[in-house]
Every structure is written in structure tokens, then in C-alpha cells.
């Protein structure tokens, strides 16, 4: 999960029993049920020949079913196209294995870790309400924990109560200092102090997380700028991390904000969410191909343990409803 710093452990090295009887890759197949369902449904019933436009037709609407948008669509026909046309898929072919190659393929490089090599590391969340920010906040602050990091969590978040309350409670389990403000503070004031006790305290990382700004209002968007210079006025190169929390529930909506927030502050990565059996999992792809922005968390479920590093191959097969090999 983190890079930087030595060998830092991944999440898969803290917490080795989730992973046994493919538990972790289980949860994901579960979480991209529908999106699964969906589109393996539509596969298997195309009577697939590579000469035959229909079926290609049926393919692509498969695709965009999932939201993997136009573009990534495209781009993964023209992949089967050039297969087809060199006889790796032949009349009656099962698509599924050819196509979930593919989408791993096309999601390589989408995939990053998270850099914890600065001194310290300075990582800014954003999202919408909604999303899971706070709480991918809180479970970033402990996985942190587990792999020996000291973690400044600084709540930025000051008009929502809530939100300062949720964080705490992770500080505490998390063991991590706690920075925030009075009710509707100065946010980018809060960052800075977060900054500030890192520094003094030779803390390891801190965990900025904001408030759940709506991407089309611009005073919040102008806001998020404005936080984001202040931390670099008092550590040059930080934030060193600009993570957007995204709900994959929300489907091409959580495009269109990775553009909005991207326009705001550039992003080093996305946290893809609520991967549950409402989520419309072909959105990565999107998000991937189109913005060109790694993916670097996701989140199946509640538990502490649900929130992994991004594996191309074990998401376009649990996409696929194919088993991991």
C-alpha cells in the first residue's frame, strides 16, 4: 500500500488471515455483484462471432451498461477487434476471459501506492458528502498504526460537528494525535496547525481530511485551493498525497466530480468506495482511462480490513464474475 520509507508493510502483510480461502477477493466479487451480474448476464447470452456487428454491438452496450464509459468501452473493443482479427477469439468464444485480460490491461496503470517518504508525509483528502471520506480517514489512520507510522490526523472539516467527533474517536483507536478547531474554524488554518504538530512532535504522516464540498460550488472548490496553498506555503511539495474519496454507487457522477476536484487541485489518486452490491463497478475504468488518475484504494465494506490496496487483475475479474486464479 505505501511506498517510500524501506520496506514498509502492505495492508495484506498487516492482517495476513483475511486473505485465507481468498477471503478479501470474495468480498470484492460480493461488492461488484451487480455490476458482475449485469454484465456477465449480457455476455453470455451474445452468440458471439467475430463477423457478426450485432454481437459486437451487444458487447459494447454490455460495457457501458457497467459505466465503464464511451471512451474505455472503445478502447476495449478495439482490444477484442485486434484479438479477434489475429484468431485469439473465434466464433462461440467465451468472452469472458479475453475481456477480463483486458480490463486488467487497460487498469495497470491505473495502479499506485501510496507515498509515505516524506518527513512528514502530508496527505489531503477530498470527496463530496457522502462518499466515506472521513471514515477511509480514520481506516487510513490505522492501517498507518499497524505498519509503525505516527499519524497527525488534522479535521479540516469545520462545518460539519460530526464529522470532528468521527474523527476522534478514530485518533483515539488509531492512537494519533488530534488537531481541530471550533465549530466553522478556518479550515486551512486547521491544516497548517495539523502540519505544525507533525513537525514538532516528529510525527510520520498527517491525514488532512476536509469538508464534503459539493464539486459545483465554486467558493467551496475555491476553498480547497486555498487549503491546499497554505500547506505548501508551510511545507514545500505538500500535500504530497491529494486522495479523492469517490462512492462507486454514484456511477458517472463520480467522473464527473474527479474532474471538478482535479480542476481544484491535482489528484495523486482515488479512493474508490461502497464497492457493495449497489455499485456500478465499471466506473474505475472509466476514471482510470479517461482522467488518467491511479486508483489506489477501494473499499468493499465497513470493516477496518475492507479498505485494500487497488489490484487491476483481482478487480476485472471479480468484475467478470471470473474466479481468482
Keep these: 500500500m505505501f511506498s517510500g520509507l524501506g520496506a514498509v508493510p502492505s495492508i495484506e502483510e498487516v492482517a495476513p488471515e483475511e486473505e485465507s480461502g481468498g477471503g478479501f477477493f470474495r468480498r470484492l466479487v460480493d461488492g461488484l455483484s ?46 477484442l477487434e485486434r484479438r479477434a482479427a489475429a484468431g485469439g477469439l473465434t466464433p462461440g468464444a467465451d468472452l469472458s476471459p479475453a475481456l477480463a485480460e483486458e480490463i486488467a490491461d487497460l487498469l495497470a496503470g491505473a495502479e499506485a501506492r501510496i507515498d509515505v517518504s516524506h518527513q512528514p508525509t502530508v496527505i489531503l483528502m477530498v470527496g463530496v458528502n457522502g462518499t466515506g471520506k472521513t471514515t477511509t480517514v480514520g481506516k487510513l489512520a490505522e492501517h498507518l498504526r499497524r505498519v509503525g507510522k505516527t499519524v497527525v490526523i488534522a479535521a479540516a472539516d469545520t462545518f460539519r460537528a460530526a464529522a470532528d467527533e468521527q474523527l476522534q474517536v478514530w485518533a483515539e483507536r488509531a492512537d494519533a494525535d488530534f488537531v481541530g478547531s471550533a465549530h466553522g ?24 481530511d476536509t469538508a464534503g464540498r459539493l464539486q ?3 467558493g467551496l472548490m475555491d476553498e480547497l485551493a486555498k487549503i491546499r496553498r497554505v500547506i505548501n506555503g508551510r511545507m514545500e511539495g505538500a500535500p504530497h498525497e491529494t486522495l479523492l474519496v469517490v462512492d462507486a454507487t454514484t456511477g458517472q457522477n463520480g467522473l464527473q466530480q474527479a474532474r471538478m476536484f482535479g480542476e481544484a ?6 479512493v474508490l468506495t461502497k464497492l457493495d452490491g449497489t455499485a456500478k463497478g465499471g466506473i474505475a475504468l472509466a476514471i482510470a482511462f479517461e482522467l488518467g488518475v491511479p486508483i489506489k484504494l ?15 487483475e ?3 475479474r471479480a468484475l467478470i464474475g471470473l474466479a481468482a486464479e
Excluded at 189 to 199: K, Q
Excluded at 298 to 312: K, M, W
Design 34 to 79: 451487480k455490476s458482475s451480474k449485469a454484465l456477465t448476464g449480457q455476455i453470455q447470452s451474445i452468440a458471439f462471432d467475430p463477423d457478426d456487428a450485432e454481437a459486437w454491438e451487444q458487447l459494447e452496450e454490455a460495457l457501458l451498461l457497467a459505466d465503464c464509459g464511451v471512451p474505455a468501452t472503445v478502447e476495449i473493443i478495439g482490444r
Design 185 to 208: 474554524g478556518d479550515p486551512a488554518a486547521v491544516a497548517f496547525d495539523g502540519i505544525e504538530a507533525a513537525v514538532a512532535r516528529g510525527r510520520d504522516v498527517v491525514l488532512v
Design 216 to 218: 459545483n460550488q465554486v
Design 265 to 270: 487541485t491535482p489528484l495523486t489518486g482515488i
Design 298 to 312: 477501494i473499499g468493499v465494506g465497513e470493516s477496518l480490513d475492507d479498505l485494500r490496496p487497488f489490484d487491476a
Design 314 to 316: 483481482s478487480f476485472a
